[in-house]
């Protein structure tokens, strides 16, 4: 079974701070894909990353950057000079890849972290 | 612009009734879920469907039923068997065999 665990339930910073969100996760899966989403107050959870188990490459896109270790079975998410709009609840997922379309559809939720950026 | 659309954002539920959570998606999408989102919970999908008239169980389907006869709408019903059924409800799409999804901005259900 998958297993996703975001052990920081919430987090606050001030505003300009660096923040990193945690996110652990446990399969059987030889290859697996793992997300982020960002669910901000007004509900609607936006995409932010997929990353595809052969490719342990961190990535940067502006004031976000992954930190993806196989070896810890992590899949970390930055926030550089946080500001008052990345207040959100973020969530990590995870999912077999590739779907086969057979059998159950898998895509594993951690409980998510709620981020408050406190201008 | 293309998206999802859920409606409506916030449903009242008297005991016993059955009430009907609406999803539209304009997107194009085959692919089409529901999920239920608890206080400081995950996700939990509800009900998903890969194509027009067909549709699967996911992970708490029980006191739940769906249809999905268009491509763009998959509207979700919530029956008097659901006990607990307040909750954050949010509808999501994908392209065929894709993890990446598309979520709507949900609906609030609510017993009173």
């Known amino acids: 079974a998958q297993k996703v665990t975001q052990a920081q339930t919430e987090i606050s910073v001030v505003e300009k701070e660096d923040v990193t969100l945690d996110c652990v996760y446990e399969t059987r899966d030889t290859t697996y894909y793992l997300f982020w989403y960002k669910q901000p107050p007004s509900g609607e959870l936006v995409f932010l990353i997929r990353?595809?188990?052969?490719?342990?490459q961190n990535e940067i896109s502006g004031r976000y950057s992954w930190n993806f270790q196989k070896s810890t079975s992590s899949f970390n998410f930055t926030i550089t000079a946080s500001q008052v709009v990345d207040s959100a609840v973020y969530f990590c997922a995870l999912s077999p890849a590739p779907y086969s379309g057979a059998g159950s559809y898998q895509l594993t939720f951690g409980k998510g972290t709620k981020l408050s950026v406190i201008p | 612009d293309g998206g999802i659309t859920q409606s409506p954002k916030y449903l009242f539920r008297k005991e016993g009734q059955n009430v009907t959570l609406s999803c539209e998606q304009n997107l194009n999408h085959d692919a089409m879920y529901w999920y239920r989102q608890d206080p400081g919970q995950g996700l939990r999908l509800i009900y998903y469907s890969q194509i027009v008239n067909d549709f699967q169980k996911g992970d708490i389907a029980e006191g739940y039923s769906v249809s999905r006869e268009k491509k763009e709408s998959f509207p979700l019903t919530v029956t008097s068997a659901q006990k607990n059924p307040t909750a954050f409800y949010l509808c999501?799409?994908?392209?065929?065999?894709?993890?990446?999804?598309?979520f709507g901005s949900g609906t609030q259900l609510s017993v009173l």
């Open positions: 990353r595809n188990s052969f490719d342990e």
């Open positions: 999501a799409s994908s392209l065929p065999l894709d993890e990446k999804l598309f």
